[in-house]
């Protein structure tokens, strides 16, 4: 006769829960009794010192502070003995050490019921905290027994077989022995979909991205050796264009390989102490230097802000922010650098500037590879900047705090 081992699963978690509960029963025991040592002290010091204060007055203190310092120096034991003799040894005394055991009896009573109260309480909780380990164990002893006939294979088989390759095509094998099994490979057929789809998304999006320059340079070598030999004009305007070209395919390309690094597990990231105050000034100065069309101003804290990071590569997702302020904001209007810690002593460094905006829609989308919201498809740039920086900013275990308003502005905190 077999047993069920989902009882034995049970009963021997069951032994388990009785483990744990008798050692928390033991812990809040010891609690209880070193809790009523301390009152028991507690309540005795409180007496002797009010009988003492009733025999002598203000002056009992400076009465039993000179006993004692005679004691200090004599190293008179019997003087000792007599001071605490005369403590502890009043008409009354008698009296309070009776009410004194009655009230820790009492309070030890209603701590125990209290204890008795909280048992099937306790137990309850300790069987909810240990149900998922319980199940895991049953689902694992469950896999470990199952066994496959042949028919079961050539079920699994068939059915992979007959699978067609639609999107949401998913395995069927109509045997509840292998509902397990079926739930598992539609999870990794899921998956694998999935990651078709972003890559094939991916390689599309950059080869739309690369068209665009590969054929402006292609129009260009066309016009130069049509009539570029001879007309300084064109020959001028083709070699600008080819160059500019050129420039945005070798930024694309150097982003293109960042992510390609970076999902593949490639890039490395140094973390070190970086003060956040000396990064963003830096930033701030190369920003001014840079760019002269804006105005900037950093808004240096008042304490020396230090996170554990890879400075270069934080410094890298700060230029990103920066520069998508600048392409998005007016020339003349002023771009705002600062650090900080936020509500929860979390630091930050932030970017905010005074541009078009991102409507709630975009926000969503914003750190997609290639994606670019309607608005800003006028303005040059490849649509992955955002996605290297949220990048940089996961490897760092941080996130991004966003606030933008359309036509106002953008405001966009990286907090570690």
Do not use: C
């Amino acid at each position: 006769m077999s047993s069920n081992p989902n009882n034995y699963e049970t009963r021997r978690m069951t032994s388990i829960t009785r483990r744990i509960h008798s050692l928390w029963v033991g812990e809040k025991l010891k609690r209880i009794f070193f809790e009523d040592v301390l009152i028991a002290i507690i309540i005795h010091t409180i007496f002797v010192i009010s009988n003492a204060y009733a025999r002598y007055g203000e002056k009992f203190i400076s009465h039993y502070g000179d006993r004692i310092s005679e004691f200090t120096k004599s190293k008179d034991k019997d003087e000792f003995l007599a001071v605490m003799m005369e403590l502890f040894n009043t008409g009354s005394m008698h009296l309070y050490y009776r009410y004194l055991i009655i009230t820790m009896v009492a309070l030890l009573i209603v701590q125990l019921i209290g204890l008795l109260i909280e048992y099937p309480f306790d137990n309850k909780k300790i069987r909810k905290i240990l149900r998922p380990i319980n199940e895991i164990a049953l689902k694992a002893d469950e896999l470990s027994r199952m066994t496959f006939d042949e028919d079961k294979y050539r079920i699994i088989e068939d059915a992979i077989s007959n699978l067609e390759p639609g999107e949401d095509e998913k395995l069927t094998f109509n045997n509840s022995d292998l509902q397990g099994v079926e739930a598992a490979m539609n999870n990794l057929l899921k998956r694998m979909r999935d990651s078709y789809r972003q890559q094939a998304r991916f390689v599309n999006d950059a080869s739309h991205e690369l068209r665009t320059p590969i054929a402006v340079i292609e129009g260009y070598a066309s016009m130069l050796e049509r009539w570029g030999k001879d007309d300084e004009k064109v020959l001028e305007e083709s070699i600008t264009a080819i160059s500019h070209e050129a420039e945005h395919m070798k930024h694309l390309v150097e982003q293109l390989l960042f992510l390609a690094r970076g999902d593949s597990g490639k890039t490395l990231v140094d973390m070190k102490d970086v003060s956040l105050n000396a990064m963003m000034q830096e930033i701030y100065e190369e920003s001014l230097m840079i760019d002269e069309d804006h105005p900037y101003r950093f808004k240096k804290p008042e304490e020396e802000i230090s996170v554990q990071a890879d400075e270069g590569l934080l410094k890298q997702a700060a230029r990103i922010l920066i520069d998508n302020a600048a392409k998005y904001t007016a020339k003349g209007d002023e771009i705002i650098l600062s650090v900080g810690r936020n509500d929860n002593g979390r630091p930050y460094l932030r970017v905010q500037d005074t541009g078009i905006g991102m409507a709630d829609a975009d926000i969503e989308h914003m750190f997609e590879r290639f994606y670019r919201a309607d608005e800003a498809r006028n303005t040059e740039g490849t649509g992955l900047g955002l996605s290297i920086a949220k990048w940089i900013v996961d490897k760092h275990k941080g996130h991004f705090e966003i606030t933008s308003v359309t036509d106002l502005g953008t405001r966009i905190s990286i907090v570690l």
